[in-house]
């Protein structure tokens, strides 16, 4: 797996909580193990006390989003190194697929599970592999959706850096948002101009 894919930990986190709607969906263990996705072992470690963990971190994760998106290039930077130093990963070579007929592993670089509680553990590898996408993609691939109220985080993969939203409804959310915006504004321009157009109707006095 590559490094960088890792960062798809720190997104799905972030995303379970969306403040400006005072919407949590990060409320029970089992919530907390559907984060961890097929890495069944490492969910089965979850206990009670990492919902508060796990909230801390998404703070903290969000932070980073958010330093990112305001341009703040050395917060976001600072932020996620405070994370790094936090929550060390254990970086190994794993073989479990294979490369070719004759059994030979595929070699790839692993981040190992961190043995301690499944917070620790789901911290190291989401800021690990966000710190992977932000040095080779730069910090500017860090976003929140600019379809109010959303501010979901996502990670901008497009070609030319282009990429404003976290998905496409809230692309189309917006587009439509936009286009309403457009039309009332041209109407009262409109009717601004009709109502400046029309004579006079005031009786002078003789």
Not at 54 to 62: G, I, K, Q
Not at 117 to 140: E, K, R
């Amino acid at each position: 797996m590559e490094l960088a894919s890792y960062s798809d930990y720190a997104v799905r986190l972030v995303n379970t909580e969306e403040p400006a709607r005072n919407k949590d969906t990060l409320t029970s263990v089992e919530a907390v193990r559907e984060l961890f996705g097929g890495s069944q072992q490492a969910a089965r470690r979850a206990t009670e006390a990492d919902v508060t963990r796990f909230r801390s971190v998404r703070a903290r994760l969000r932070a980073v989003f958010e330093a990112a998106d305001n341009g703040d290039e050395t917060l976001a930077v600072d932020l996620l190194n405070s994370l790094l130093l936090e929550f060390p990963v254990s970086p190994q070579i794993s073989g479990h697929d294979f490369r070719d007929e004759d059994g030979r592993p595929d070699w790839h670089m692993h981040l190992a599970d961190h043995p301690s509680n499944a917070t620790a553990g789901y911290a190291a590898i989401a800021a690990m592999g966000l710190a992977f996408h932000l040095t080779g993609h730069g910090v500017d691939r860090l976003g929140l959706c600019e379809a109010a109220p959303c501010r979901n985080a996502f990670l901008d993969t497009s070609t030319n850096r282009s990429r404003r939203y976290c998905s496409d409804r809230c692309a189309t959310r917006a587009n439509v948002a936009a286009y309403r915006a457009r039309k009332r504004e041209e109407a009262e321009r409109t009717g601004r101009s009709a109502e400046a157009a029309q004579p006079s109707t005031a009786v002078t006095d003789r």
